[in-house]
């Protein structure tokens, strides 16, 4: 029992003052969302593991926690990503045929942490944009992503783009088997050229020049005209870095003060994109902060398929990121069965003051309020003074 109140690796309690900035930074995305006509959905944290891991790929299912259901006998899993729920919503309970923005935020688990120092439990925040299959939407995702990590504080951002569609378009009509195809793509975002050849060895010389050639590909938006001169010519190719310039464009008008990179090698998720994808860097983190990208096939498991593009981040990494802010001001008060005294503190605490009562034989503790002034009596009656 001595070590009843530990709790299990990368799971962690949040403290008050975390707690509270993480709290209000959750509000404000939450409302920027919605300035940009995004729907608040909430999907439940359970769900049968069939429906819950449904075209998702065995990275999903090794993340996923799972249980017996003592209701049904059925198998469930705990989510490890919201973005399948929201599809599934998207294609079946809402059912529009026009656009649909929505976004969500909670948490998720997942089974083995992704580094040494990162959370099983993220809070995850996201947004997706159903139903339009041209770059305005893509576009969208990423100033909203944008406008978000400028809002909550973040420096030094940068934004790196690539697309799935390049290592599709240098493969041609040529396969690998999807066990070599994932070994191949871990490779390609090492810029470990040796797997990538021994990974790549059964390709044609063509697609094997183009696949080393990605692995250079990397830098300024300089990189796109590189890519034209160094890539084999293929409409998927070409419609690739057509998309990137058109975003790099737009992006660097309204975004000056941002920096704009491009990998085109870089391929997380490279089973899941299907378009355009991209990746926020910012200051005091080695990873990024935020993901996000075109995922045009995430609805057609649940017999719907609807062009969809979003990104998605953790709450708890980017409050870690966020110099900390001052304590809140808050009122003392004395605790008294005073009816004048009690109507004041009411009083206060319905104009929003934060009125901090001293309980009989103890001293007021805690992390997250400064009592600059205090509620005393002068006169007869119960008044605010400073301290």
């Known amino acids: 029992m001595a070590s009843a109140w530990l709790l299990p690796e990368h799971i962690a309690d949040v403290l008050p003052s975390q707690a509270r900035r993480i709290e209000e930074l959750r509000r404000e995305l939450l409302d920027m969302a919605r300035t940009y006509g995004c729907e608040l959905v909430m999907p439940p944290m359970l769900e ?30 705990l989510r490890a990503d919201t973005t399948p729920q929201v599809a599934r919503i998207d294609a079946h309970l809402l059912n529009r045929d026009g656009v649909t923005r929505l976004c969500y ?45 400028q809002r909550a ?31 191949l793509v871990a490779a390609m975002a090492a810029k470990d050229a040796a797997g990538v050849a021994a990974f790549s060895d059964e390709l044609p010389p063509s697609a094997i020049d183009g696949l080393q050639a990605l692995l250079g590909l990397y830098g300024g938006v300089e990189v796109l005209a590189q890519a034209r001169e160094r890539l084999p010519a293929h409409p998927l190719i070409a419609a690739a870095l057509d998309d990137l310039d058109w975003l790099i464009r737009h992006l660097r008008a309204s975004y000056p003060e941002v920096r704009i990179g491009v990998d085109l090698a870089d391929l997380p998720g490279f089973g899941y994109y299907s378009g355009a994808r991209f990746a926020l860097y910012a200051d005091g983190c080695n990873d990024a902060v935020l993901r996000g990208g075109r995922y045009d096939e995430v609805g057609a498991v649940f017999g719907r398929r609807r062009p969809a593009v979003g990104f998605s981040l953790d709450l708890k990494t980017v409050v870690g990121l966020i110099p900390a802010t001052s304590l809140r001001a808050a009122v003392r008060a004395p605790w008294g069965e005073d009816p004048d005294l009690r109507a004041a503190v009411r009083r206060l605490r319905e104009q929003g003051e934060t009125v901090v009562c001293v309980l009989p034989g103890h001293d007021q503790e805690n992390d997250e309020f400064e009592c600059d002034r205090e509620l005393a009596q002068a006169g007869g009656q119960w008044v605010v003074r400073a301290l």
């Open 48 to 77: 049968h593991l069939d429906s819950l891991l449904s075209g998702t790929g065995q990275a999903l299912d090794l993340k996923t926690f799972k249980l017996v259901d003592q209701l049904s006998g059925r198998s469930l899993g």
């Open 105 to 149: 935020c909670g948490p998720v688990l997942h089974t083995r942490a992704e580094g040494l120092t990162a959370t099983r439990e993220p809070l995850q925040f996201g947004v997706e944009i159903y139903g339009h299959q041209g770059l305005e939407a893509d576009l969208e995702a990423q100033e909203l992503a944008l406008d978000a990590m």
């Open 153 to 183: 504080g973040l420096t030094g951002l940068t934004l790196d783009l690539g697309d799935a569609r390049l290592v599709r378009g240098v493969l041609g009509d040529h396969t690998l088997g999807e066990d070599r195809l994932q070994a």
